[in-house]
T-cell receptor
């Protein structure tokens, strides 16, 4: 089955620094990737959608300059949290889908970001 | 505006019982309805999905029932096991490819031994 690898699984960083999270599709070409943020006991909140080779489309209220998304290849997307602050601490999850109207969505295992 | 309403918020079931989670949607353009299972600290994993041209789909102990006229779909977990204890999310997506999923708020299922 389709596999999406997300790294790191946990990261602790100091306030003001930047953190990069990687999401790789291992056995299929991910034409579209999605980045979500999830708070405890809540649903997934879509942050942005990225298509390979194009600029990401951000959801309303998501700061583009803070959450930089790059989808340079069909197997890799990255989310960089710039100048992180404690309020950015959260669980970040990526999802990828391939070509076709009924291609499923495969999720990564998530990244727990803690900003201290 | 919540486009997919999920209920109940939490559910407690005895081992061997049937767990039922319901979702209702408003957007008639939705044509793909997946259910995801999420364990604490992990990403969601696809359980089962259905398209609107069928009324029911079964995979092992998991069944989706779909009522297009009522714009509702539900997940049934037969012979529920303690290992099924997790959060379940329904979702929906409009027709076409690579459109974003709209998620329900989730149901925390606890299966007591």
């Amino acid at each position: 089955g389709a596999v999406v690898s997300q790294h790191p699984s946990r990261v602790i960083c100091k306030s003001g620094t930047s953190v990069k999270i990687e999401c790789r599709s291992l056995d299929f070409q991910a034409t579209t990737m999605f980045w979500y943020r999830q708070f405890p006991k809540q649903s997934l909140m879509l942050m942005a959608t990225s298509n390979e080779g194009s600029k990401a489309t951000y959801e309303q209220g998501v700061e583009k300059d803070k959450f930089l998304i790059n989808h340079a290849s069909l197997t890799l997307s990255t989310l960089t949290v710039t100048s992180a602050h404690p309020e950015d601490s959260s669980f970040y999850i990526c999802s990828a889908t391939g070509q076709g109207p009924y291609y499923g969505y495969t999720f990564g295992s998530g990244t727990r970001l803690t900003v201290v | 505006q919540q486009q997919v309403k999920q209920s109940p918020q939490s559910l407690i079931v005895q081992k061997g019982g049937i767990s039922i989670i319901n979702c209702a949607y408003e957007n008639t353009a939705f044509d793909y309805f997946p259910w995801y299972q999420q364990f604490p600290g992990k990403g969601p994993a696809l359980l089962i999905a259905i398209r609107p041209d069928v009324s029911e789909k079964k995979e092992g102990r998991f069944t989706i029932s779909f009522n297009k006229s009522a714009k509702q779909f539900s997940l049934h977990i037969m012979d529920s096991q303690p290992g099924d204890s997790a959060t379940y999310f329904c979702a929906a997506r409009p027709g076409g490819s690579n459109y974003k999923l709209t998620f329900g708020k989730g149901t925390l299922l606890t299966v007591n031994p």
